[in-house]
């Protein structure tokens, strides 16, 4: 019996490199992955998909993956714009936006006249230089700098190979302005804690699955819950010798796992 799989009433799924490949025609499901979805919801666990997902409003980002033939919907996305949306809300801030053009209309009831923080995603195409540096000039010119950043992942894989994540850019401008970023998002441990209440599941009870060694197994770990990462999508081998960060388990992918889940409920 697999110690990790004990006592299991929810599961978070990380989605790219878990659930698919993404790509520049949309992406690819992993073998084994739908039929997967399909079993974890047959088997009355409770499921959120928790994602740093930032090239698009969670609306077509599901609908993309019902395209592939997963049965998911926006209620059960945790995703990192809603929760900087609210963030921003509540503060009062009104964002320089450095996201992706597909992003954009998450922050359309957002005023963003004269912005006084700078919100930064994964904009691919759009990490211009001139772009950035526009970022850079709104940071500097505050007296108290605000960056909040959709997540801190390096990379990323998509279909073509590995990609720098918004990590990369966000490292940047903390340097350049001498600024420490809030992130909203994997790893931050309100991002997780907000998908357990959202499930209505305490930490010790469930497990997160993902293909990030340091954002979704350690982010995980930290609020007390057991993580997997699976051998998919940004997975490489020296994972497993990571310095800090050891996995409840290694499982070959989503499927695997599942298949050892459901022996134990």
């Known amino acids: 019996m697999a110690a990790w799989a004990r006592a299991v009433r929810g599961l978070l799924l990380d989605v790219s490199g878990v ?22 919801k047959a088997s009355g666990l409770k499921l959120r998909f928790c994602t740093n997902e930032t090239q698009a409003t969670r609306e077509k980002f599901v609908k993309k993956l019902q395209g592939m033939g997963f049965d998911i919907s926006v209620a059960e996305v945790t995703a990192p714009a809603p929760a900087a949306c609210r963030i921003l809300k509540e503060r009062g801030l009104r964002p320089h936006l450095l996201v992706h053009n597909d992003l954009v209309p998450e922050f359309a009831e957002i005023d963003k006249a004269n912005p006084n923080c700078v919100v930064i995603g994964d904009a691919a195409e759009n990490f211009t230089y001139a772009n950035l540096n526009e970022a850079f000039r709104v940071l500097i010119g505050m007296e108290k700098p605000v960056l909040i950043s959709l997540g801190r992942g390096r990379y990323y894989k998509e279909t073509d190979g590995l990609k720098l994540d918004v990590g990369a850019y966000m490292k940047a401008l903390e340097y350049a302005c001498d600024v420490q970023a809030e992130v909203v998002g994997k790893p931050a441990k309100a991002f997780f804690e907000s998908a357990l209440a959202e499930m209505g599941v305490p930490p ?3 497990i997160m699955i993902g293909d990030d060694i340091v954002n979704d197994v350690g982010g995980a770990q930290r609020c007390g819950m057991r993580a997997l990462q699976v051998r998919t999508g940004k997975y490489r081998p020296c994972d497993e010798n990571h310095p800090h960060v050891k996995p409840d388990a290694y499982v070959n992918n989503l499927a695997e796992a599942v298949d050892i889940l459901l022996q134990q409920l």
């Open 19 to 40: 659930l698919y490949d993404s790509g520049g025609d949309g992406g690819v499901p992993i073998a084994g992955s739908v039929e997967a979805v399909r079993r974890i």
């Open 204 to 206: 010790q009870e469930a």
